[in-house]
């Protein structure tokens, strides 16, 4: 694929104001809904938007993925030079691990937080922020 | 090379909708599948940004486990998001 210099700053660009788009769509949903299962789908869509900025800024144009398979390598003797050489074709794999972790977090943050969500409805029968003023559990 | 722009563009804007969706539908239950379909664009986004590990994890983990959670979670308590604003009676206000 032979892209223009303008494709693919068109290409890099969109993917940041989509990313920054559904964090701020996912904010606006955490921030004023009145249910509480909104509030929650709102930080589970705010943590989409942050792992795809991550992984965006970690891309560099038609790079391969950072894993050194044979098909790769092929018959090249894995010397430090030859090293260098071929992984400066690939994108930044330390953004990737921090996205892998940070799904499995979010994840376990959303359970919690689901779990209170339950609690809170068998105590005051409601899940309206409003109505929920007592502190006494 | 035009479809790879399309292929991009389109997904992107499917993100956007659904992310659009999940937050103003009323309906609890048809936000959290608009989740889910958010969940699974990324993970279609992550194999286009030469990232297929991430998009494994994201495919399990936010299409399905999340899903689930979250219906267990309406099943328990409402449907609806106009219903909490409804005070049913309580168990102690009952007796």
């Known amino acids: 694929m032979n892209f223009t210099l303008f494709d693919l700053k068109i290409i890099e660009y969109s993917f940041f104001i989509t990313a920054i788009l559904v964090i ?11 249910s509480l299962i909104k509030v929650v789908i709102g930080l589970s869509v705010f943590d989409s938007g942050i792992n795809l900025l991550l992984i965006s800024v970690g891309y560099i144009t038609s790079g391969t993925a950072p894993i050194f398979s044979p098909a790769l390598v092929k018959d090249m003797p894995l010397t430090l030079e030859n090293i260098k050489k071929l ?3 690939m994108v930044d794999p330390v953004p990737q691990a921090l996205v892998l972790t940070a799904i499995v977090i979010g994840f376990g943050v959303t359970a919690v937080a689901l779990s209170l969500v339950i609690r809170l409805y068998r105590h005051h029968q409601t899940l309206n922020i409003d109505e929920i003023k007592n502190l006494k559990w | 090379m035009i479809y790879y722009l399309i292929l991009i563009f389109f997904l992107l804007l499917l993100m956007i909708g659904a992310a659009i969706y999940s937050i103003v539908q009323k309906d609890l239950l048809y936000a959290v ?6 969940s699974l664009v990324l993970s279609v986004l992550f ?15 936010g ?8 219906i267990i979670t309406i099943r328990n308590t409402v449907r609806f998001e106009d219903e909490v604003y409804q005070k049913k009676p309580s168990k102690t206000e009952a007796k």
Do not use: R
């Open chain 1, 24 to 34: 701020m769509i996912g904010l606006y949903g955490a921030l004023v809904k009145k």
């Open chain 1, 87 to 89: 992984s400066a074709g």
């Open chain 2, 33 to 38: 599948i608009g989740t889910g379909l958010i």
């Open chain 2, 47 to 61: 194999l286009l940004l030469q990232a297929p590990d991430v998009a494994l994890t994201e495919a399990a983990i």
């Open chain 2, 63 to 70: 299409v399905a486990l999340t899903t689930i959670i979250f």
